[in-house]
T-cell receptor, first 112, second 113 residues
Framework: KQEVTQIPAALSVPEGENLVLNCSFTDSAIYNLQWFRQDPGKGLTSLLLIQSSQREQTSGRLNASLDKSSGRSTLYIAASQPGDSATYLCAVRNTNAGKSTFGDGTTLTVKP | DTAVSQTPKYLVTQMGNDKSIKCEQNLGHDTMYWYKQDSKKFLKIMFSYNNKELIINETVPNRFSPKSPDKAHLNLHINSLELGDSAVYFC????????????FGQGTRLTVV
């Protein structure tokens, strides 16, 4: 059974800092890993999708890496802004039946 | 132009009632999902349909019954609502169930009183 863990559960940083969010998973038989952002009371917004054959994906100030063999992914946010404050979720899509397993999320607060 | 839309956005109802949540996607995807996010913000899959056929059915009470009239719609019907059913329910879709990106709706916040 796939288990996904995100560390830390919460993170508070001053504006402008670079930061890293971590996601680990127990079963490396995955199709892909997807990072989402969820604002309070809102839905999920897809940030980056990394296929199992890829090592990283970049979008603007975001960079996500994937090390499938060690069961880890990181989301790097450069030059953080208050608008980045949200909960960040990683989801791993397993090769069995294609369902996605989510981590508990990391709640990020960027202070002005 | 919303890709995955759910209705209603908010639903408050009494215990014992039967309610439905509707989901529609205009992305042309063939796979749709229902996820439940509990009070601790943990997201867990409930059902998945591919081309109107059920392919994933997690351990969910049989009071929950998904219905897919066509590839673009996946509705969730809940019978005899209980307090513990209070949560945010998310619909999602993807093209295939493998290596493609999943798109989520805005969620339906269900409160059972």
């Amino acid at each position: 059974k796939q288990e996904v863990t995100q560390i830390p559960a919460a993170l508070s940083v001053p504006e402008g800092e670079n930061l890293v969010l971590n996601c680990s998973f127990t079963d490396s038989a995955i199709y892909n890993l997807q990072w989402f952002r969820q604002d309070p009371g809102k839905g999920l917004t897809s940030l980056l999708l990394i296929q199992s054959s890829q090592r990283e994906q970049t979008s603007g100030r975001l960079n996500a890496s994937l090390d499938k063999s060690s069961g880890r992914s990181t989301l790097y946010i450069a030059a953080s802004q208050p608008g980045d404050s949200a909960t960040y979720l990683c989801a791993v899509r397993n090769t069995n039946a294609g369902k996605s397993t989510f981590g508990d999320g990391t709640t990020l607060t960027v202070k002005p | 132009d919303t890709a995955v839309s759910q209705t209603p956005k908010y639903l408050v109802t009494q215990m014992g009632n039967d309610k439905s949540i509707k989901c529609e996607q205009n992305l042309g995807h063939d796979t749709m999902y229902w996820y439940k996010q509990d009070s601790k913000k943990f997201l867990k899959i409930m059902f998945s349909y591919n081309n109107k056929e059920l392919i994933i059915n997690e351990t969910v009470p049989n009071r929950f019954s998904p219905k897919s009239p066509d590839k673009a719609h996946l509705n969730l019907h809940i019978n005899s609502l209980e307090l513990g059913d209070s949560a945010v329910y998310f619909c999602a879709s993807s093209q295939g169930s493998r290596n493609t990106e999943a798109f989520f709706g805005q969620g339906t916040r269900l409160t059972v009183v």
